[in-house]
């Protein structure tokens, strides 16, 4: 609340706070910093304003404060200089011309000047009185007064700590100011203690405490000190005492009584508050929805991190295992090569050693000088040399494998899939709605209609098309489909009075049908509370009274319906004869909702009636009507008109009744079965 006691130009509680014309409220000294000289151009203007209030007329006293946009003058033009502490920038007071009229005014203000509100920017020519010719707005101020009161006063009585804690409950019982800490320790809530009253402390808005000061002074008016206010001028939306309308200030006007408006309007502000209380109450839900949903939103937030760290490490496991896949098949390769090599090594190694000692021996054998010694051998030197010759084919003396490993890693694919390593959007699949939530405080019943209200629950992500509504049949039987569509309120009428239904709802979409919500139960009212029906009734039938009184503008008789109908229960009402004139045949009864309506009631076979029958003007007509007998009664001035007129009455039926010019009925429903018919009730399953 204390942003409302604040001030828009200097950020603190309000000082003397006067009301500007557009309704916002500004201090008394405040006001003096921001009001302006008008233009000369424009001073015509404001002084044909000011000029128009002191002519004393009704109409030109409400014209003394007249508003001025920014847009079609040059108030807000000025470029300002000064800004309040909460943003909002003000017109500072510019030095007043030497030998104007505004310069001598104590107030810094004259015919030719102006306010312009620091909240809407609207600005307000003042008139002669300047700055006192706007009302003080003493209900702020008070409120003002109670709130500092109630900031500063309260102390707890039983605190050790200097300076005291403030006071946050007050027991009734122990006449004693507690502060939290203390009411814990001190006056705890069980024992002895537990039947205590607790109540906010006297000082604070709401306390059981009187105000500092004692009764205000009641109000005078402004032009006459000595007269208190007593009527308010509905015209000039102001307060005005007895000496004003004397005076014919307000002649054109309209007037009413102070008292009375001030309830009219403490009703109207009520109504209003009640409204602002339900949206507050949504808007509480509204943040503990929110809240709930920063909660959750933490958590979730943690869990995906959690869930991305794990996928990212079950990634980089992965890329583990097929390095160490991969090193092993490089570490095979390279033994493979490394053991072709060696056997290659030693293969040629021996090849050349056992090549070379042939060759040094042939050489010895060369160096002997015996042709016969030679001869007996060189043949098989010569084969042997031969034999070692071809041992060295083609290709024995190149290498097997190549130093180069025939091994190319192709990382590229698995590069790029990590550079696109992204989230996707998250889509769920659509299935069938979650259950309905009934909405208990919106379900109601008037007569024998029933209303439903329900929504689906928060954070509902799959679609509904639209909803079915089941009721059963009153008497504890089967479900029936009584709505299909898509909106979340319905009103089923028609239904039998005195009877207990059961209701439930389920969603569907294009996936199937939802599950029902929880069952309500809904009693339809044991009595008919209806009027005459003017859509259905015939042209010449006047209905008057709310639609309980009938009469007609022919000389012809002419029927009216009621707008309830009957299948089911007893069911009494009354029709006053309240004109009775040169025996016009009125008469009483049900009919179908098809009866004629141009002949008297009970001509056709829609309609059963009673006619005459010692009806006179003043006299009173029961009709009973009975559909668990079957029967339809009547009864004149409280007594019964023989045995029932009419049996093996089924269907579904609406009070009628046809009357001519000469005839004027008002209807009484609402009402008890007489005492000679009534019936115990059944108990209920």
């Known amino acids: 609340m204390e942003e409302e006691l604040k001030c828009p130009v200097c ?19 405040c006001a003096r910093t921001i009001a302006v000289q008008t233009p000369e151009r424009e001073q015509p203007e404001a002084e044909c304003a000011a000029g128009g209030g002191s002519g004393g007329g009704g109409g030109e006293h409400a014209d003394k404060l007249s508003l001025h946009s920014e847009s079609d003058s040059g108030y807000g033009s000025y470029t300002p200089s ?79 700590r200097s300076p005291p804690e403030a006071a946050a409950v007050a027991c009734e019982q122990c006449e004693v100011l507690y502060c939290a800490a203390c009411q814990l320790k001190c006056h705890p809530t069980r024992g002895p203690f537990a039947k205590h009253r607790l109540l906010p402390p006297p000082s604070l808005p709401g306390g059981p405490g009187k105000a500092a000061g004692g009764a205000r002074k009641l ?7 000595l007269e208190n206010y007593s009527m308010y001028c509905v015209s000039c939306a102001t307060p005005v005492c007895y000496q004003c309308l004397e005076e014919g200030k307000h002649g054109q006007h309209e007037v009413k009584a102070l008292g009375a408006m001030w309830k009219q309007h403490k009703t109207q502000l009520s109504q209003a508050l ?23 939103i933490q958590e979730n937030g943690l869990d995906y991190e959690a869930c991305l760290v794990a996928q990212c490490d079950a990634l980089v496991d992965a890329l583990t295992r097929q390095k160490a896949k991969l090193l092993t098949k490089v570490t095979k390769e390279r033994e493979h090569k490394l053991k072709v090599v060696w056997d290659q090594i030693n293969h040629c190694t021996l090849k050349l050693r056992q090549s070379t000692g042939l060759m040094e021996y ?52 698995l590069l790029q899939s990590i550079h696109q390593l992204d989230f996707i959007q998250m889509k769920f699949p659509i299935t069938v709605p979650p259950v309905p939530l009934l909405q208990l405080e919106k379900c109601c019943t008037r007569n024998n209609s029933v209303t439903l209200a329900w929504r689906m629950p928060p954070f509902t992500h799959n679609p509904v098309e639209g909803y079915i509504l089941e009721l059963d049949d009153g008497d504890g039987g089967q479900f029936r489909e009584v709505y299909v569509g898509k ?8 239904l039998h009075f005195n009877s207990t239904y059961n209701a439930r709802v389920k969603a569907f979409n294009s996936s199937g049908v939802g599950p029902y919500s929880k069952t309500v139960v809904l009693q339809t009212s044991d009595v008919a509370w209806f009027t005459f029906d003017p859509s259905s009734a015939h042209r010449d039938i006047v209905l008057s009274n709310d639609n309980q009184t009938a009469t007609c503008s022919s000389y012809d008789d002419r029927v009216v319906l009621g707008t309830a109908a009957f299948s089911k229960g007893v069911h009494y009402w009354e029709l006053h004869v309240d004109r009775y004139d040169n025996h016009p045949d009125p008469a009483f009864g049900i009919a179908r909702i098809n009866v004629v309506k141009d002949m008297m009631l009970g001509k056709d076979d829609k309609a059963w009636a009673m006619t005459e029958g010692g009806v006179s003007k003043g006299a009173t007509v029961g009709v009973l009507l009975d559909l668990n007998k079957h029967s339809l009664t009547f009864y004149i001035n409280g007594q019964q008109q023989g045995p029932s007129a009419f ?36 108990p209920s399953n």
């Open 11 to 29: 950020g603190s509680l309000f000082r003397e706070p006067i009301i500007l014309p557009c309704s916002h409220n500004v201090c008394l000294p």
């Open 82 to 160: 000064l800004k309040s502490p909460n943003g909002v920038r003000v017109l500072p007071l510019g030095p007043a011309p030497a030998g104007s009229s505004s310069a001598a005014l104590p107030r810094g203000a004259g015919p030719s000047s102006s306010l312009t509100c620091p909240q809407c920017h609207r600005s307000a020519s003042l008139d002669p009185r300047g700055l006192r010719g706007f009302p003080r707005n003493r209900l702020l101020e008070a409120i003002v007064q109670r709130y500092q009161q109630g900031r500063a006063a309260a102390k707890c009585q039983l605190c050790d």
């Open 219 to 225: 109000p005078t008016c402004a032009d006459h000190e």
């Open 274 to 296: 009640n409204g602002v209380s339900d949206k507050a109450k949504e808007a509480k839900e509204f943040l503990v929805q929110l809240k709930n949903i920063l909660q959750q």
């Open 362 to 413: 042939c050489l010895e054998v060369i160096k002997e000088n015996d042709p016969s010694g030679f001869l007996q051998i060189s043949d098989a030197l010569i084969k042997r040399v031969q034999v070692s010759q071809e041992q060295w084919v083609k290709g024995a003396l190149e290498p097997k494998v190549s130093a180069e490993f025939d091994l190319t890693l192709d990382s590229e694919p």
């Open 487 to 494: 909106e979340t309120l319905c009103t089923i009428d028609g």
């Open 647 to 682: 049996e093996n009455v089924e269907g579904v039926f609406m009070p009628a009744l046809s009357l001519n010019r000469n005839v004027q009925v008002t209807l009484h429903t609402g009402l008890e079965v007489p005492q000679s018919v009534r019936q115990p009730k059944l």
